[in-house]
């Protein structure tokens, strides 16, 4: 399964070399809206492949999902299956080996993964290398190489496959970050490193504005704390002055409660919708209300506490608590509450 964007000779190199190879029954090829001037190429591999065309440039997850429908609604049988780079970056021998491995663990996502020298050009090399660090923060999951886009799975995964959001470079990571929810074994396989130059001029990569596709995702969990805790703020300071007006002891510890259950609603709201994609049952919102108890508990008594001991205003300390606490409750929920069984 290859995704092609403006593909030049290097891909009729790479159909000429998969045919070749033993142990590949079909080659689909996607023509993502392409450039006229690519024609010749989609023209010459056009008798040897399945090829699928889009009008108009989709992006490559876009282009992955045609090609998954394509497979399912044409073949009920189990069938393996590889996705492979149309710029000449990955070996028909490396994309043979991961096919060979499926059938050992067929509901496994197979990654074949490359070694990250000091000769591999610096955009590559940097932004995996940021990318697995803020991806295993945010997902728990362990994966050297992240951005890979050679990737073998059984037709047994494909309606999840096709349920991963995103239509351009964006796609490659949440279905890691989906799989990882899910508890799809995510399983890496070496393979040859290949760059045709040091700037990796053949990949579509736009550096910012895929990067920030990728990054968003994984900080869909900061940015629904982030909005829960804007709200939580703004009210901790609207009950803090309403209150102001009367003569009332400890100010601080009610209003922190009140903001609290008004924050604490809203940030289920978003994590169990968006960020956990889970459904909303009663024992997770148990559990749930559970959590934001305890962590009420910790919160009140760390601001009260400040609110004693020190002369630090009120938004300064409490800002510093959020901080302290979010981690904590970031884990508690991920690997307890909202919890994906096992697929």
Excluded at 245 to 257: E, P, T
Excluded at 305 to 313: R, S, V
């Amino acid at each position: 399964m290859i995704p092609a964007y403006n593909p030049d000779d290097k891909l009729i190199e790479l159909i000429r070399s998969l045919q070749n190879a033993t142990g590949i029954d079909e080659i689909i090829v996607i023509n993502d809206g392409s450039a006229e001037k690519c024609t010749p190429v989609f023209s010459e591999i056009s008798e040897k492949v399945t090829l699928l065309t889009h009008t108009e440039n989709r992006g490559k997850g876009a282009a992955i999902k045609t090609a998954l429908e394509f497979i399912f609604k044409s073949n009920d049988e189990l069938c393996g299956i590889v996705t492979v780079d149309a710029d000449g970056q990955h070996s028909p021998e490396d994309a043979l080996k991961l096919l060979h491995i499926l059938p050992e663990k067929p509901d496994s996502l197979f990654l074949g993964v490359r070694t990250f020298s000091a000769d591999i050009p610096w955009r590559s090399r940097w932004g995996n290398k940021i990318t697995r660090f803020i991806f295993r923060i945010l997902s728990g999951a362990k994966v050297s190489d992240t951005q890979t886009g050679l990737r073998a799975f059984t037709s047994l995964l494909i309606p999840f496959l096709l349920d991963v959001s995103g239509d351009r470079y964006e796609y490659e990571m949440n279905m890691l970050a989906a799989a990882a929810k899910k508890k799809i074994p995510l399983l890496e396989i070496p393979i040859a490193t290949i760059y045709m130059d040091k700037q990796n001029s053949a990949s579509h990569y736009r550096v910012v504005k895929d990067s920030m596709r990728i990054y968003g995702s994984l900080f869909l969990y900061a940015g629904a704390s982030f909005l829960s805790f804007l709200v939580d703020f703004a009210f901790f300071n609207l009950f803090a002055w309403i209150l102001g007006f009367w003569d009332i002891d400890n100010i601080s510890v009610i209003s922190n409660i009140a903001a609290r259950i008004i924050s604490a609603s809203f940030n289920y709201y978003l994590n169990s919708t968006y960020v956990f994609n889970s459904s909303r049952k009663l024992n997770n919102a148990i559990q749930y209300f559970l959590l934001a108890g305890v962590i009420l508990f910790f919160n009140t008594a760390i601001v009260h506490l400040f609110d004693i001991y020190t002369d630090i205003p009120r938004s300064i300390y409490k800002i510093f608590t959020e901080i302290i606490l979010f981690t904590a409750s970031y884990f508690v929920q991920k690997v307890l509450i909202f919890k994906v069984e096992k697929h």
